[in-house]
């Protein structure tokens, strides 16, 4: 146990290590969210109407609506990024010295995840000092509700790129398919719009959608009561998902000791 919780740590530290030497991954995992935030949120704030939960007579405008799904997006960056990282372990050797030694294929799993989960939740919190920008008073109630919401995003999310770049050698195929799954999850979550208004099969695809759940309680930690209602569905739902993709990821981590070939 102890020789895996080093192990874990070990790699945890790593991955952080390799984030802090790269700044332009800082600066592009939180830079374009934010360009991308100002710029629409701007431009679609005249057009945006939708009243607040806690009074009627106040609405929230697009920037505030928009900043929790703008800090999914940089949540989803950062779990792209770090599960880059495997794949060029994978291609310089370093995974394979892993997979052969005595570290049990938790130790690993979790090392990679929460090294991802870590960095997610640091830019995440970069991120929220732009509330106020937005007209949005931060308080330590807020800050810590926001916080847990962030942390379970950013375990699910991490731990769904380890399980897809687990089984890819190619960073430019793995990019293709991150981007073909997890920016049309993100466009599907409600992040841009409010799914009362969308078709009916667009409100379905955002309610069985897990990014929708995780959105939906970064906006309860940010807007109050916005989402009364759907804070215990939502957060079984991210946690399940996470647990979920760790268990598989150790089954198909643990199942290659052997050799990884791909």
Same mark, same amino acid.
């Not at 005249?46 to 697009?62: D, I, K, Q, T």
């Given at each position: 146990?102890?020789?895996?919780?080093?192990?874990?740590?070990?790699?945890?530290?790593?991955?952080?290590?390799?984030?802090?030497?790269?700044?332009?991954?800082?600066?592009?995992?939180?830079?374009?969210?934010?360009?991308?935030?100002?710029?629409?949120?701007?431009?679609?704030?005249?057009?945006?109407?939708?009243?607040?939960?806690?009074?009627?007579?106040?609405?929230?405008?697009?920037?505030?609506?928009?900043?929790?799904?703008?800090?999914?997006?940089?949540?989803?960056?950062?779990?792209?990024?770090?599960?880059?990282?495997?794949?060029?372990?994978?291609?310089?050797?370093?995974?394979?010295?892993?997979?052969?030694?005595?570290?049990?294929?938790?130790?690993?799993?979790?090392?990679?995840?929460?090294?991802?989960?870590?960095?997610?939740?640091?830019?995440?919190?970069?991120?929220?000092?732009?509330?106020?920008?937005?007209?949005?008073? +931060? !308080? %330590?109630?807020?800050? #810590? @509700? *926001?916080?847990?919401? &962030?942390?379970?995003?950013?375990?699910?999310?991490? $731990?769904?790129?380890?399980?897809?770049?687990?089984?890819?050698?190619?960073?430019?195929?793995?990019?293709?398919?991150?981007?073909?799954?997890?920016?049309?999850?993100?466009?599907?979550?409600?992040?841009?719009?409010?799914?009362?208004?969308?078709?009916?099969?667009?409100?379905?695809?955002?309610?069985?959608?897990?990014?929708?759940?995780?959105?939906?309680?970064?906006?309860?930690?940010?807007?109050?009561?916005?989402?009364?209602?759907?804070?215990? +569905? !939502? %957060?079984?739902?991210? #946690? @399940? *998902?996470?647990?979920? &993709?760790?268990?598989?990821?150790?089954?198909?981590? $643990?199942?290659?000791?052997?050799?990884?070939?791909?």
């Amino acid at each position: 146990m102890n020789q895996g919780m080093l192990a874990l740590y070990t790699l945890w530290l790593r991955e952080l290590t390799r984030f802090f030497r790269q700044p332009s991954r800082v600066a592009g995992a939180i830079g374009t969210p934010l360009i991308f935030w100002f710029f629409l949120g701007s431009g679609l704030q005249g057009s945006f109407r939708m009243p607040s939960a806690e009074n009627g007579l106040s609405e929230v405008s697009y920037l505030q609506y928009f900043l929790p799904g703008t800090i999914l997006l940089v949540v989803l960056f950062t779990a792209i990024f770090s599960s880059i990282s495997l794949i060029q372990d994978r291609n310089e050797g370093f995974l394979q010295s892993v997979l052969v030694s005595p570290a049990p294929a938790w130790a690993v799993v979790g090392g990679k995840v929460l090294g991802g989960t870590t960095m997610a939740v640091i830019q995440g919190i970069l991120f929220i000092a732009a509330a106020p920008l937005a007209g949005m008073p +931060l !308080s %330590f109630g807020m800050l #810590a @509700g *926001f916080a847990f919401a &962030l942390f379970l995003n950013a375990f699910a999310l991490s $731990a769904l790129g380890f399980a897809l770049a687990w089984r890819f050698k190619s960073v430019q195929g793995f990019h293709a398919v991150m981007n073909l799954v997890l920016m049309p999850m993100w466009f599907l979550s409600g992040a841009l719009f409010p799914p009362g208004g969308a078709p009916a099969w667009i409100r379905s695809a955002i309610q069985i959608n897990p990014l929708s759940h995780g959105l939906a309680l970064l906006r309860h930690a940010l807007h109050g009561h916005l989402e009364a209602g759907s804070f215990l +569905l !939502s %957060f079984s739902i991210v #946690a @399940g *998902f996470g647990l979920f &993709l760790i268990f598989y990821s150790q089954w198909a981590a $643990a199942s290659r000791r052997a050799g990884d070939v791909l």
